[in-house]
Each structure stands twice: as C-alpha cells, then as structure tokens.
C-alpha cells in the first residue's frame, strides 16, 4: 500500500507544531509536504518530501494561487493546518470563494480535512462555541454574548468582578482580558480587533464570563468523523510569555472528565483531524469548564508521543483505512512531566525543570533548533546557546546520528 499524503500547511511564522509534527509523520510513514512563509520556523524541517515556500509578504492572491498548485501537485488525502490563520484560509475558500476557486474536489478535500464545513466555522468563532457546548450539555463559565460597550458592562455587573473578556477568535491568550472594573471592561472591547485574514460575515461578537481562578488544561487529539481516535491531557506547570499563555513545563495525565467532555464535543462538531481543546478547572466542584477549541495541530499534537500516544501513527492508520490499534489515553492520575523548548528556556534558563525533566528540542534537527532559539521571546540566544553546549552536547551529538529513536514510544 502507498504511503499515505498529507500536505501540512501554516501561515504563521513562529509556531513550533507545523515545524515538528512532519518528523512524526514522516516515521509514521506518510509523504509529508509543507506550505509556509519564508523564515517560518517549518520551512527549516528537513523532514518532508516536497515543500512550497512563498515570500512572507505575498499577497493573499499569492498565497491562494501557491496552496492550490500544491493542492494539486501533491494530492493529499488531508491537509493539516498549523495555525488558525490557515485554518480560516481554507473555510474561506470553499465558503466565500472567488470565481474559479471551490471545486468539487476542493470543498471535498476541506471537508475530509476538517469535518462539517459549517460547524467548523462556528468552532472559530468562541461565541457559537461557547452556545454550541451548552447545547450539547457542556459547562462553560457562566457569563454571556455581547456586541458592544454597553451590554458588556451589564453582564459584567450582572455577573460580579472580576471578569474575563474574550474576543470571538483570538489564539494563545492574544484578545483576553481579566477586568476588575467597569472603565476596564469597556477598554478591552473598545481595543479588540478582528484578526487578519477571512472571517464569516458576522456581527462582531465577544464574551463576558465569571472569572474562574482555576487551572488551565488542554487536550490534543486527533478526531475522525466525530469521534476521538487517540489523545492526551496536560497541565501546566509554568506558562510563558504571560500567566494567561501557554504551557512552557507541563505534566500528561490522565483525567476522565476531561476525555468526556471532549469527546461530547467533537461528536457535537462532526470535527475530523487535529485539534485541541482548553479548559479550566473550577475550584471545589472539579468540573472542567470549555474555554476553547483549536481546529488544529497544537503543541500537544507533537509532544503525545512523549505520553506514548502516538497521534501521527494513528492518522496514518485511518488513511490507510485500517482501525487504530495503539493506545487511545493515559490511565487516570498524573503521568509524565515535560519542559517544553523554547518556552521555559526563554522563561528561565536556569529553571529547575529544565534540570530535572527531559525536554522536547528537536535534538535531531540543529538547524530548526537554531531558529528556535531566535524566536522573539526576551531572552539572550547566546545565554541559552552556551547553556545548551553545557548541558547536552552529548546528547544532542548521539540525536544527530540517530534521529529515528529520539521520539519516545
């Protein structure tokens, strides 16, 4: 049987996962194209067959016109999308597409790529997500929709500070706010903005939620008509560049309700491919509470594989046709626990994580370890270069020569 297709595609620039999950797929035995900017951290993986590079400032024309010869050319059985730009690119293609452009066989490929086309334009959006989840029975934090200042401060008041506003689409924390006061609430709506790139023709909408002190965790699966194939949970232990941001140490584990709730909402999109899910804990009760869901590869997509769920294999077994057969979940309780690079380098290079727990650098691909360290995160390079000749130079020479055992099993 031929090596199933996959055409991993991102627009952005410094998002690990488009960078690291080819050399997953690629042991997991798929040809593995890429679309990405020039200067992307994923055009520097060696790790595909085929890749497309566009200039970073090509038009959104340019960038249209190079994803569909490569559409072409490649034939994927599925695109993977690396960032929520692209995934908002490819609804708008088949959605709001210019003369020419939704073919029969494009809308197809989208569709096998991301499930039910219109319920995948509402999980972007965190105000029908945030109806979608109570209607099939999930918690949210309470709280409401609003459109503008006025009705944002309502609910606020009606709800009691402090509270959070959250933008329709927003990703990593960017277009959150925690607000103690009513001036504070209607600064942050009057600073929200709509991000580049397509966008359903909507009322601009935002959410008003309690505040809940809890912590965050997230799940990344892979999801097949609805169902969840396989998956992880993770907390984190320190998050980087802020407290509202992502993980940069986390601990896998396994928890139940988490899984549940996922599961209930996957089937509840009709969702197909990576995603990833957040939610927050509420204090005292336990219940997890939906904050989000990303359709598409997160950090946690890669990093499974240190769980010993291996998410790139059990793509490649639903391409081929065949039924998953590897593990599906951790068993409940905590699991292992991973400083995540560069993150917790640039939030402490002498953190005590980095000293006690293994860490995710692509020790098998120096020159995406290179451009790693030059993310634009306020660190010296230098400082973590020479910290990283110290502690793992024979590490990373052994790594060099074998890269296929470095994801563990």
Avoid at 47 to 56: N, W
Avoid at 135 to 151: C, H
Avoid at 164 to 172: D, K
């Amino acid at each position: 049987m031929s090596a199933p297709s996959v055409l991993v595609a991102t627009l952005g620039i410094d998002y690990p996962a488009p960078a690291r999950l080819p050399f997953e797929l690629l042991q997991a035995g798929c040809d593995v194209a890429l679309f990405a900017p020039a200067g992307s951290l994923a055009a520097h993986t060696p790790y595909v067959v085929r890749r497309a590079i566009a200039a970073g400032r090509a038009t959104t024309g340019v960038w249209t016109e190079l994803l569909l010869r490569e559409i072409d050319a490649v034939e994927p059985a599925i695109i993977l999308p690396g960032d929520d730009a692209m995934v908002r690119m490819l609804l708008g293609l088949v959605i709001d597409p210019a003369p020419g452009v939704a073919s029969a066989r494009l809308v197809a490929l989208v569709r096998a790529s991301l499930g039910d086309l219109a319920l995948a334009v509402d999980s972007i959006d965190k105000t029908r997500l945030f109806e979608i989840a109570r209607a099939a029975g999930l918690r949210v934090a309470e709280g409401d929709v609003a459109t503008g200042v006025d009705d944002a401060v309502a609910i606020a008041e009606s709800l009691g500070y402090p509270v959070v506003v959250r933008a329709g689409c927003g990703t990593g924390g960017a277009g959150t706010t925690r607000c103690e006061r009513a001036d504070e609430v209607a600064d942050a709506v009057r600073k929200m903005r709509a991000p580049d790139g397509w966008m359903p023709a909507r009322p601009h909408r935002f959410l008003v939620q309690r505040w809940v002190d809890g912590p965050v965790i997230v799940r990344a699966s892979l999801a097949w008509h609805g169902d969840e194939v396989a998956g992880t949970t993770r907390g984190r232990l320190e998050t980087y560049p802020h407290s509202l941001g992502p993980g940069s140490a986390v601990v896998f584990a396994g928890i139940p309700s988490i899984t549940d709730a996922t599961r209930t909402l996957l089937r509840a999109l009709d969702a197909t491919g990576f995603v990833g899910t957040q939610f927050i804990v509420e204090p005292g009760t336990g219940a997890p509470l939906l904050l989000e869901i990303n359709r598409r590869m997160v950090p946690a997509t890669y990093g499974s594989g240190y769980a010993g769920i291996d998410q790139a294999r059990a793509l490649a077994a639903k391409l081929r046709g065949e039924r998953w057969s590897g593990p599906t979940d951790l068993p409940p309780g905590p699991g292992p626990r991973l400083a995540l690079f560069p993150q917790e380098w640039y939030r402490d290079s002498d953190s005590a994580w980095l000293a006690d727990l293994p860490c995710d650098a692509p020790w098998h691909d120096p020159a995406l370890f290179r451009a790693m360290l030059r993310l634009p995160f306020d660190a010296d390079p230098a400082t973590l270069a020479l910290r990283y000749d110290r502690a793992t130079a024979a590490r990373d020479a052994a790594a060099l020569t074998s890269p296929a055992t470095l994801l563990p099993r």
